[in-house]
């Protein structure tokens, strides 16, 4: 990936952040880390992404109308620290999508789980799709990679640096058409957001208990179940802004008193 230069580096990371930071200062909806209509882009970006031109060196807020980007599941930074340094990793994105979006965890691998090559220009022509039926063939593999592999095949279509692209010439077309482990059946990126903000009940969870731990230092018990389900409820009637899932965390008995009554 020769496009993966510092100055690409630095704006993936910075655009992740802006976009984060917006989100809180403006008390924006937590959905949209799942799908947005914006992205902060610069030129350089926006050449990258294969959008128009933006006209500025900074990155800035800038309404999108391709669904392909918005959210963290079209971001350069997420797609390029979930593949590897010759190619993409849907393992590595599927688990991405499980653990920290969805907060589930799967099974280690077993120690005869073998591994993918490092590059996908292989002689046989396989692709990393047919590759991974293969490996999923074998009983002790299918189960686990069931969990996260579709949500990694989803995203195949951008490569290792988050670029779109549409396969090499002679190669097998990438194949983006997935069943998700809830039984949907998705085809890319846009179709995986679509799929998530429909059913947004797991990721709101997850977030929520990833800033529940942060903020008590220990993950939610079962005492904490309850008020943490009614706190969610009760943000739903603010479409889920930052501060309303703020709110329903330093509302908890956890929170605010030293013993749980």
């Known amino acids: 990936f020769r496009a993966f230069k510092p100055a690409l580096r630095r704006d993936l990371r910075l655009e992740a952040e802006a976009f984060f930071t917006d989100l809180v200062a403006e008390d924006r909806s937590v959905l949209e880390i799942l799908d947005s209509?914006?992205?902060?882009?610069?030129?350089?970006?926006?050449?990258?992404?294969?959008?128009?031109?933006?006209?500025?060196?900074?990155?800035?807020?800038t309404p999108l109308t391709d669904r392909r980007r918005g959210g963290v599941l079209g971001m350069g930074a997420i797609l390029t620290v979930t593949s590897t340094p010759l190619r993409t990793s849907p393992?590595?994105?599927?688990?991405?999508?499980?653990?920290?979006?969805?907060?589930?965890?799967?099974?280690?691998?077993?120690?005869?789980?073998?591994?993918?090559?490092e590059d996908d220009r292989q002689k046989d022509g396989l692709g990393l799709r047919e590759r991974l039926e293969a490996h999923r063939a074998q009983a002790a593999c299918a189960g686990c990679h069931a969990l996260f592999d579709p949500y990694g095949l989803a995203l195949e279509s951008f490569d290792g640096i988050g670029r779109w692209r549409v396969g090499r010439p002679g190669e097998p077309p990438i194949r983006t058409g997935v069943t998700l482990p809830s039984g949907a059946e998705v085809d890319g990126p846009v179709g995986l957001k679509i799929a998530l903000r429909q059913d947004p009940l797991p990721f709101l969870v997850a977030l929520q208990h990833a800033l529940f731990t942060y903020a008590i230092g220990r993950p939610p018990g079962l005492?904490?179940?309850?008020?943490?389900?009614?706190?969610?409820?009760?943000?739903?009637?603010?479409?889920?802004?930052?501060?309303?899932i703020i709110r329903g965390i330093v509302g908890t008995p956890a929170f605010t008193s030293r013993r749980n009554p």
Do not use: C, I, K, M
Not at 98 to 115: F, I, K, N, V, Y
Not at 225 to 233: S, W
């Open 223 to 244: 005492a904490d179940d309850e008020p943490l389900r009614v706190a969610l409820v009760e943000a739903a009637d603010e479409e889920y802004r930052f501060s309303a």
């Open 37 to 61: 209509n914006h992205a902060f882009l610069n030129d350089r970006l926006a050449a990258h992404y294969g959008l128009p031109p933006v006209g500025h060196g900074d990155l800035r807020r």
């Open 91 to 117: 393992v590595q994105r599927g688990q991405w999508v499980l653990e920290r979006l969805l907060g589930r965890t799967a099974p280690p691998p077993p120690p005869d789980a073998g591994s993918l090559p």
